[in-house]
């Protein structure tokens, strides 16, 4: 598995390679193969709020932002052991008014809720403080050639391969010192340690960017429709769901592009066009208005919503056109929308239990992973503001249990049709089953996570044959050892104890 | 009984003990005695196996070995350079003391509604440290309003003592203006004039000792207790706090130490003494968990996470 993980604490942002089964936290577990970290800056304004990987045309690219108002692209050339990434381009966006006051958020809080491709065809991103950006994939692309860097990836290989070889003579040093030493434990090989400053080669800078003002000031969730082109929903603090629609807008500019040579513009929109604004739910039992959070959406069933004409308010209200969302809210509760039913949610569930000593206090949805491709099975997985991240059914509105393992809260999860991966405040990374919710992988990365991404899958069902074949082996060889275990101890008894004492332990080692 | 067998046993409880006295010093006297044959012959001591010394393995202890045994120069450069940064991490939350070398600025307050019992602990904590204030607890200002009003007026730290039914039970540490927050139970109080040959403080700014702390938990938790005190002691003053941390409990003394001649140290507590326990370390102020203590950590008897 090829992990990218952007640490909270410094402005870098690590890639781990690491297999089925990793475990740090284990003496004699496997360890990740390696950890780069690409280092940018040192400050802290210059931290990586979200990551992407994504492909288009031939090139194999990587989408940072970062808290400072950039967006960069990087491009990934790669060897069979060594990935490197350059920095081809770095667009400034321009901070719209940040009305909340200055100070008034602390300084670790992402700026950016987020950083996706829309439709293979736009880059979009968004803020809190209300403002979503979109770039033209073909405008990113324009420019860079095919090959960046040769010589450096040359250098990295070495360095890759030297290290490489210092690790794996040290395994054999400690081999050697075990059979000298049986109280020895050999240790696991280690992962190739690799710091490097990202490469900074720039191509044609000038790259325009549609900047679009919700008209709102804390938004926590801003995504699009995977089915329906310029379709987007946001939603955040104080601020209920709106289905907005930047479609005519999108494809003006994609028009612009197939026609004009001159390079089309930036351009700045006051406000778009809102299709779709959800209403509050009824007021509780002491007749007292319930809060609004939006903290995560989803659209799901889209294949089926499918609309074949971008549809207009009117349709909307007329409630002839289907979408049907999902959001979670920092007050612990899993709504459903479907716009033809109405602006009120559908159904309204809270997900994770009260806390035994706070009865009255719900735990927040912090984040909620879905795959690349939207809701799978019916299931998403979410985590609160302390430790527990579950999948969660949502037609059945069901917890379906826990992701077991994270000590703080997730700041982060990943999924795919697999594997889920997740990263928080407790330093670690961890993939989990998607189906039975184990755990296959776990590595620390000493500083608290704000984003993961898996770039690369192990072949699953390969894994899972070698590990099934493994413990196959260990139990034949255990049986063995335990069948001559009996006669060995008669023999030792007359031995000093020392030699006892050891004979467990090796068997240990082994495994 | 230890030396008789298990069916018969002495019926006069006098002859008992005396023999089973003297059958314990027996077995101390040979013990001695190998013990000083092991030395006359120059083995190493026997070292005790201890619940300490069988402690789970974490990586996140910094293994000082590491470094120094890797044989490759360009290789221990690197991870020294990486090493320092790590430190730089942990410090990033107390980036004003540690980088911009700021002297810390406490203000103390109490739980809503305490009694003396409370009162008292905050006159004894008071004492303690160098710039701190006291502020009665009213009702109406929430933890976060607190911190946000304390760190206006340039406090770099909020400590809030917690009472229930007139014992201290708990105390909060925000580090200003961006946390993190810090919860600790508190234990075992006592006060400095109930400790027997207790000394009288003075008002220097004591030197500090903090044992242990060795999971980046652990050095998270250093470095508050670190950023609590002035950067520069009174060294006249001979004072020293001492927080030690075994086995995730952290001990917290306070002695003048005295150097009688070359090799003997005397010290006298001056108190208080009371035990901390950390519960719960959170993002911000009171924001998302990042480490929280649950029952179910005290069954893993070797495991610690400070």
């Known amino acids: 598995m090829r992990l990218l993980v952007a640490v909270d604490d410094k402005s870098s942002f690590k890639e781990i390679v690491c297999e089925h089964g990793t475990d740090t936290s284990k003496q004699t577990g496997i360890q990740p193969i390696s950890i780069t970290s690409y280092k940018y800056g040192g400050e802290k304004s210059d931290r990586i709020a979200k990551i992407i990987s994504f492909t288009h045309g031939s090139h194999k690219l990587l989408a940072i932002v970062r808290n400072n108002y950039t967006?960069?692209?990087?491009?990934?050339?790669?060897?069979?052991?060594?990935?490197?990434?350059?920095?081809?381009?770095?667009?400034?966006?321009?901070?719209?008014?940040?009305?909340?006051?200055?100070?008034?958020?602390?300084?670790?809080?992402?700026?950016?809720?987020?950083?996706?491709?829309?439709?293979?065809?736009?880059?979009?991103?968004?803020?809190?403080?209300?403002?979503?950006?979109?770039?033209?994939?073909?405008?990113?692309?324009?420019?860079?050639?095919?090959?960046?860097?040769?010589?450096?990836?040359?250098?990295?290989?070495?360095?890759?391969?030297?290290?490489?070889?210092?690790?794996?003579?040290?395994?054999?040093?400690?081999?050697?010192?075990?059979?000298?030493?049986?109280?020895?434990?050999?240790?696991?090989?280690?992962?190739?340690?690799?710091?490097?400053?990202?490469?900074?080669?720039?191509?044609?800078?000038?790259?325009?960017?549609?900047?679009?003002n919700l008209k709102r000031t804390r938004v926590h969730a801003f995504v699009d429709s995977t089915a329906n082109f310029g379709i987007f929903a946001y939603g955040g603090e104080n601020e209920d769901l709106r289905i907005i629609s930047v479609a005519t807008e999108l494809s003006d500019h994609k028009q612009k592009q197939l026609k004009g040579k001159s390079k089309s513009k930036s351009l700045k929109l006051s406000q778009p066009l809102v299709l779709y604004e959800a209403k509050n739910v009824k007021h509780d039992r002491l007749d007292l208005r319930v809060p609004v959070w939006v903290s995560n959406i989803v659209f799901f069933n889209e294949e089926t919503n499918k609309l074949d004409h971008t549809p207009t308010p009117d349709e909307f209200?007329?409630?002839?056109?289907?979408?049907?969302?999902?959001?979670?809210?920092?007050?612990?509760?899993?709504?459903?929308?479907?716009?033809?039913?109405?602006?009120?949610?559908?159904?309204?569930?809270?997900?994770?239990?009260?806390?035994?000593?706070?009865?009255?206090?719900?735990?927040?949805?912090?984040?909620?992973?879905?795959?690349?491709?939207?809701?799978?099975?019916?299931?998403?997985?979410?985590?609160?503001?302390?430790?527990?991240?579950?999948?969660?059914?949502?037609?059945?509105?069901?917890?379906?249990?826990?992701?077991?393992?994270?000590?703080?809260?997730?700041?982060?999860?990943?999924?795919?049709?697999?594997?889920?991966?997740?990263?928080?405040?407790?330093?670690?990374?961890?993939?989990?089953?998607?189906?039975?919710?184990?755990?296959?992988?776990?590595?620390?990365?000493?500083?608290?996570?704000?984003?993961?991404?898996?770039?690369?899958?192990?072949h699953e069902e390969n894994d899972k044959k070698r590990s099934l074949e493994e413990d196959d082996e260990q139990d034949h060889s255990n049986e063995e050892e335990d069948d001559g275990a009996d006669d060995l101890w008669d023999q030792l008894e007359e031995e000093d104890e020392s030699q006892l004492k050891v004979k467990p332990k090796k068997k240990k080692a082994r495994k | 009984m230890g030396t008789t067998s298990k069916n018969f046993k002495i019926k006069n409880k006098d002859v008992r003990t005396?023999?089973?006295?003297?059958?314990?010093?027996?077995?101390?006297?040979?013990?001695?005695?190998?013990?000083?044959?092991?030395?006359?012959?120059?083995?190493?001591?026997?070292?005790?196996?201890?619940?300490?010394?069988?402690?789970e393995y974490d990586e996140t202890i910094k293994n000082p070995e590491d470094s120094d045994s890797s044989v490759d120069n360009s290789d221990s450069e690197d991870e020294k350079e990486n090493e320092k940064q790590d430190d730089d991490d942990q410090q990033g939350d107390f980036s004003s003391y540690f980088k911009d070398g700021k002297d810390p600025k406490i203000l103390i307050t109490t739980s809503a509604n305490c009694t003396r019992h409370a009162y008292n602990f905050v006159d004894c904590f008071g004492e303690l440290f160098e710039d701190i204030k006291f502020i009665k607890r009213k009702r109406n200002y929430s933890m976060n309003d607190m911190a946000r009003l304390s760190s206006n007026r340039g406090y770099t730290h909020l400590v809030v003592v917690n009472e229930d039914k007139k014992t201290i039970n708990g105390i909060t540490f925000i580090a200003l203006p961006e946390g993190p927050t810090y919860y600790f139970s508190v234990s075992s109080y006592i006060e400095g004039k109930k400790i027997p040959g207790h000394g009288k403080a003075t008002s220097h700014i004591p030197e500090l000792v903090l044992n242990n702390f060795k999971t980046s938990l652990g050095a998270s938790v250093g470095n508050l207790f670190k950023s609590l005190f002035p950067h520069k002691p009174d060294i006249e003053g001979r004072q020293v706090i001492t927080i030690h941390n075994q086995r995730d409990f952290m001990f917290f003394r306070r002695h003048r130490y005295v150097f009688r001649n070359e090799e003997k140290v005397g010290l006298q507590e001056l108190g208080p003494q009371f035990t901390l326990r950390l519960r719960r370390v959170q993002r911000g102020v009171k924001g998302e968990t990042e480490w929280e203590h649950k029952p179910s950590m005290d069954k893993q008897k070797k495991k610690f996470y400070l």
Do not use: W
Request: with cysteine; hydrophobic share 30%; charged share 35%.
């Open chain 2, 18 to 55: 005396q023999i089973n006295l003297k059958h314990k010093k027996e077995k101390s006297k040979l013990k001695r005695e190998e013990r000083k044959e092991r030395r006359e012959k120059g083995l190493p001591k026997q070292v005790p196996d201890t619940i300490d010394g069988k402690r």
């Open chain 1, 71 to 212: 967006v960069q692209i990087l491009k990934l050339t790669s060897t069979s052991t060594v990935n490197n990434y350059t920095v081809v381009k770095s667009i400034p966006l321009e901070p719209g008014n940040d009305t909340t006051k200055s100070g008034e958020a602390p300084s670790y809080e992402t700026k950016f809720v987020a950083l996706n491709i829309h439709h293979d065809e736009f880059l979009y991103a968004a803020t809190q403080s209300g403002d979503a950006y979109f770039i033209s994939l073909d405008d990113i692309v324009e420019g860079i050639p095919s090959e960046v860097d040769q010589e450096e990836i040359e250098e990295h290989e070495k360095e890759y391969q030297e290290k490489a070889e210092a690790r794996d003579k040290k395994f054999e040093e400690s081999i050697a010192a075990r059979k000298k030493d049986p109280k020895k434990l050999v240790e696991p090989k280690k992962p190739i340690k690799i710091t490097r400053n990202i490469p900074e080669i720039l191509f044609d800078n000038d790259v325009p960017v549609i900047q679009v």
């Open chain 1, 317 to 458: 209200k007329s409630q002839t056109v289907k979408l049907e969302l999902l959001t979670t809210t920092y007050y612990g509760e899993i709504r459903k929308y479907d716009t033809s039913h109405g602006r009120k949610p559908v159904s309204n569930q809270i997900a994770f239990p009260a806390p035994h000593n706070t009865p009255n206090k719900k735990p927040k949805i912090l984040t909620m992973g879905i795959g690349k491709t939207g809701v799978q099975d019916d299931a998403i997985v979410i985590s609160d503001d302390h430790n527990s991240v579950i999948k969660y059914n949502i037609v059945k509105n069901r917890s379906l249990g826990k992701l077991v393992g994270a000590q703080g809260a997730t700041q982060s999860i990943y999924c795919t049709m697999d594997v889920v991966v997740t990263g928080g405040l407790d330093k670690y990374v961890r993939v989990f089953e998607r189906e039975d919710r184990e755990q296959i992988a776990k590595v620390f990365v000493k500083s608290r996570i704000s984003c993961v991404y898996l770039v690369e899958e192990d």
